[in-house]
């Protein structure tokens, strides 16, 4: 035990100091990371995801969910396999983007309206980029066809539901339906909610920026040893980066595989909103390889069936930004990262 504990700190200790060598050195391209960072926070993902992310805890806090889950709940659970009370923080998933989904099955399981197993099993699926980056953002401004980011959004649903199917056979020996007795807790008045969602997105948003600023810092660093290799540090570990770099050769299937794939940042953001709650992170790594080639596979799919193509080269000459809208080789390199990144987690 020792001996590990030791191990530990020797590792941490090293990297703690090479973070340090490399701002000293780097100090020029760190603050061009951060200042892209917060570009990219501000112009892209803070405007499309805020208002989705305090949806998704006011339907949770409200009791909206609830009052949904009899209504549309059945639906739901025949096509994601989910409680009836995660209907509506699945819409939110859906339509907001990545840590939507969290936030919301985080407030549901504090009060009570869903179990863990039914927490754990939403977590696997309610990982994914929502309409507003998918279409706008890589569709239109990145590629300049908004139908290839549909056929990314659509490949992303299927995606989703085949995934919540394949949670019956994961979790066939946990199956536990919540239901409404379970419920520990009321629903917050209206104004309480309101209050609790907004202040709940806004932590949201700021712990999303700094991951964000903090990986476009390493992006910006590392790519001065890679150089063109290191797109595939990208899809690694921050989503917005990789369509970027991807976009410059209209790589479309890479960028839909680390679409489907989110990022270490954004898992890590994950584990921040679910960190009551018992994740396997060995498991929720393993889905997100699965969802990032359905993802893949689907789109490339539907652009042959509807007969989209793209130039040899982007007509887009910069990298464009959202103004407060709503807004074979690089799969393997990844897999073997994330084979990696599995074995690093192994013992936490």
């Known amino acids: 035990m020792i001996k590990k504990q030791n191990k530990r700190v020797f590792v941490l200790f090293t990297c703690f100091s090479a973070a340090i060598i490399a701002l000293l050195v780097f100090g020029g391209e760190s603050c061009e990371g951060a200042l892209k960072g917060i570009r990219l926070c501000l112009g892209v993902l803070v405007p499309s995801l805020f208002s989705f992310t305090a949806l998704s805890v006011f339907a949770a806090e409200s009791g909206l969910s609830e009052h949904m889950g009899r209504t549309a709940g059945k639906a739901f659970k025949i096509l994601f396999n989910v409680s009836e009370n995660l209907s509506a923080v699945m819409i939110m998933s859906l339509i907001g983007g990545y840590p939507v989904g969290a936030r919301g099955i985080a407030a549901l399981r504090k009060r009570g309206a869903i179990s863990d197993t039914e927490a754990q099993k939403a977590a696997l699926i309610t990982v994914g980029a929502g309409p507003g980056f998918l279409i706008t953002y890589v569709g239109n401004g990145l590629l300049g066809y908004q139908e290839i980011g549909v056929c990314m959004l659509s490949a992303q649903i299927i995606s989703v539901i085949i995934l919540g199917n394949l949670n019956r056979i994961v979790f066939r020996d946990k199956e536990h339906n919540s239901s409404y007795k379970e419920i520990n807790s009321a629903p917050l008045p209206l104004s ?157």
């Not at 980066?241 to 489907?260: D, H, K, M, P, T």
């Not at 898992?267 to 396997?280: G, P, R, T």
């Open 192 to 348: 309480n909610a309101l209050t609790e969602s907004i202040t709940s997105a806004v932590y949201a948003m700021l712990e999303m920026s700094g991951m964000v600023i903090a990986f476009s810092v390493v992006l910006r660093i590392s790519e001065r040893f890679f150089g063109q290799f290191n797109v595939y540090i990208c899809m690694l570990l921050e989503v917005s980066s990789a369509c970027e770099y991807l976009s410059r050769s209209n790589n479309i299937i890479l960028i839909a595989f680390a679409v489907g794939f989110g990022g270490v940042c954004v898992h890590f953001q994950v584990f921040a909103a679910l960190k009551d709650i018992k994740l396997k992170k060995r498991l929720f790594f393993l889905y997100r390889i699965i969802q990032s080639i359905l993802t893949a596979l689907i789109t490339s799919l539907l652009i042959k069936v509807f007969n989209i193509s793209l130039p040899v080269f982007s007509s887009v000459k910069h990298t464009p930004e959202l103004a407060l809208s709503a807004s074979a080789v690089g799969g393997a390199m990844l897999i073997i990262c994330g084979l990696s990144f599995i074995y690093s987690i192994k013992n936490h």
